[in-house]
């Protein structure tokens, strides 16, 4: 695949939206007035990954007239799961297609075909003359998971109310879907542990977070 770089003066794909039914959903943007081909990058989750790590994946090449007979790109959900898209216009050049490499993030979109539940449970075993506890922290997602969307914070004399609300640790490795037992870990009598998200902003709305 040929890339090269979207010059000053040209223009690029722009106001990426989406529509999602129960069955499928559908991709529209604004094509560049020039461009009649444009490639589709297409993967699960909703972090971003560099513009190389996204050039070695295989993407969808689609054309205006394919656009304008489905109304836009539409794809039929077949699983709860979230997905970024990134659309780049793209031009046939010397029987060669060309990339046109367009990297202001208005070419990016990310969907989600459903909530995925996070279940999470803490068990708590202590002695009854020890100044210590063992905790254990089992995470239960519907779907894979980046280590990044959790953390759980600890706090002295009552249980944490948000993800500031005392002592953030991160997790160490990702959650596949399924039960997860994290290794076991000491505290004191007197501290308490919860789950959070670890950006409440940006996956509080991808995700359904519960406890146990």
């Not at 997905?83 to 979109?109: C, H």
Request: proline share 4%; aromatic share 12%.
């Amino acid at each position: 695949m040929e890339i090269r770089e979207l010059m000053p003066e040209e223009e690029g794909i722009g106001i990426i939206r989406y529509e999602l039914t129960k069955e499928k959903f559908s991709i529209r943007w604004d094509w560049p007035k020039d461009k009649e081909l444009v490639y589709i990058f297409k993967i699960k989750g909703i972090d971003e990954i560099s513009i190389d790590e996204l050039f070695h994946l295989k993407p969808k090449l689609y054309t205006k007239d394919e656009y304008k007979e489905f109304n836009g790109y539409v794809e039929q959900i077949e699983e709860i799961n979230q997905y970024t898209f990134y659309i780049f216009s793209a031009s046939e050049d010397e029987e060669e297609i060309v990339l046109v490499k367009q990297d202001d993030g208005k070419n990016r979109i990310t969907l989600s075909t459903g909530k995925p539940n996070i279940l999470y449970e803490i068990d708590e075993k202590k002695a009854i003359f020890s100044k210590v506890k063992t905790v254990t922290i089992t995470i239960r997602p519907d779907i894979n998971i980046k280590k990044e969307v959790l953390c759980y914070v600890k706090k002295e004399g009552a249980y944490p109310q948000s993800v500031e609300d005392g002592v953030k640790f991160d997790f160490v490795s990702d959650f596949r879907a399924g039960t997860n037992v994290m290794p076991s870990i000491s505290i004191k009598k007197n501290e308490f542990i919860k789950v959070f998200f670890k950006d409440p902003m940006k996956y509080g709305n991808a995700y359904n977070l519960m406890q146990k």
